[in-house]
């Protein structure tokens, strides 16, 4: 039995599948958000298993080990679905696994099921079949299958790229701040399983028309697959809890909730200190309504009680100025109105035309001009300025701020002579 060759690059898988491995039994240890943990670990199981064999050369491994051919074959069925359920269940904490669910994995039992002769076979017959297979003698069961396996990961990278958009949309109308709950690094880690699958198609095209040596494009994808796996797995155990979104008339149970303190709300200010109310605003400065946002079913709110739920809110807003808390949440301010969330949701996109997210920082953008036009930038920096406000983070401030007045935030003091 000759010894088996690494190359660096069959290094990099190999370790690339050991890390998978660590991940995986450090996501199952996690205790919160179970279902999404243990999600990701079956993900990076199924991507160590393929970066396992792809460590070793194919004619190699099967005279060492022949009763690991074809472990993999059937791995890419899997990773599309896997990566699509754990975003749903990292977006959402109550979501849990329905049998319906199952559906997803009925092309990986397949493809199993129809190799089920192949995987019973012997070791001899196993290393016999591996070298008709190399001469051009493919069953068509393996000669459909690897097309069927393009068609999967690019159905599921689009629909769970559609997805977080989607999830994006709903943070927006349930959170004021959204740098820890937008699964950013989410989005990263599909559009680079998207990128992968683009590999995939091209050097399979290439392949076929004889511009590309064969075996080369399944070398840069496991290269990739590795990279993948150290970057998301250590970004999905620091990814924190996301709870579900009170839109609804029924609220989350209290044990759901984010735990945090309430603040002391401020004093009333004085005119000149309270930011321009949303009905006297600039029409300039607002932003145009989000028709993106999400729709909500009617609550029965009639005008009149429409009308008043809308002047209570803007006293809220104006007199206890619970904007500057950068976790303010749809649910917290339905809660000093003593509405529910559904109800309030309703008024600020049908009498507003506005989503939680760019009215609660419409506020935040506006004490931040109020105080540039008082002076208050020459003695503390943008920033400090920005987190009194209520903005979480600089970038988020600049992003917001420019939408509301198309002005940088430099470039707006600078105008303004502060």
């Known amino acids: 039995m000759a010894p088996v060759t690494l190359s660096w690059l069959q290094v990099i898988n190999l370790l690339g599948a ?95 099921l129809i190799g089920l002769p192949v995987y019973l076979m012997s070791g001899t017959d196993k290393i016999a079949f591996y070298h008709r297979l190399v001469s051009g ?49 989410l989005l990263w880690l599909c559009w680079g399983a998207a990128a992968i699958w683009v590999v995939a198609v091209l050097s399979n095209v290439l392949e076929f028309v004889g511009i590309e040596k064969v075996g080369f494009g399944d070398d840069v994808i496991a290269l990739a697959m590795a990279v993948m796996v150290y970057g998301i797995g250590y970004m999905g155990l620091r990814q924190p809890e996301i709870f579900r979104f009170e839109t609804a008339e ?66 809220v807003m104006e007199n206890e100025r619970p904007w500057r808390d950068s976790d303010l949440t749809l649910a917290d301010l339905a809660d000093r109105l003593v509405t529910t969330p559904h109800k309030l949701s309703e008024v600020l996109n049908s009498q507003l035309g506005l989503t939680f997210y760019d009215f609660v920082n419409g506020y935040r953008v506006r004490e931040v001009q109020r105080r540039i036009a008082a002076g208050d930038a020459r003695k503390v920096t943008m920033l400090a300025l920005a987190l009194d406000a209520g903005f979480a983070s600089k970038s988020t401030f600049n992003v917001v701020f420019k939408k509301h007045t198309q002005q940088t935030p430099s470039d707006y003091r600078q105008a303004a002579g502060a």
């Open 18 to 112: 050991i890390q998978g491995l660590v991940l995986a039994g450090a996501l199952v240890s996690k205790r919160s958000n179970r279902t999404a943990n243990r999600l990701l670990a079956a993900t990076m199981i199924a991507f160590s298993i393929y970066l396992a064999t792809a460590a070793f050369d194919p004619e190699e491994l099967i005279q060492v080990f022949p009763h690991a051919f074809g472990a993999a074959h059937p791995l890419p069925f899997l990773f599309g679905p896997l990566v699509y359920l754990y975003a749903v269940t990292a977006s959402d904490r109550t979501r849990r696994l329905t049998p319906r669910d199952a559906l997803h994995f009925v092309p990986f039992v397949a493809v199993i």
């Open 137 to 185: 003698d493919v069953p068509p069961s393996i000669a459909i299958a690897l097309p069927l396996k393009l068609l999967s990961g690019a159905i599921y990278a689009t629909v769970t790229l559609l997805f977080l958009r989607r999830h994006h949309e709903l943070v927006k109308a349930s959170y004021s701040s959204v740098e820890r709950v937008n699964l950013r690094w």
């Open 250 to 315: 029924y609220r989350v149970p209290v044990e759901l909730r984010v735990p945090r303190e309430r603040p002391v709300p401020s004093p009333v200010p004085s005119p000149s200190q309270v930011a321009a109310p949303l009905s006297v605003m600039d029409e300039s400065q607002a932003p145009a309504p989000d028709t993106t946002s999400p729709r909500y079913e009617r609550s029965g709110l009639s005008d009149r009680e429409a009308q008043r739920l809308k002047d209570q809110l803007t006293a």
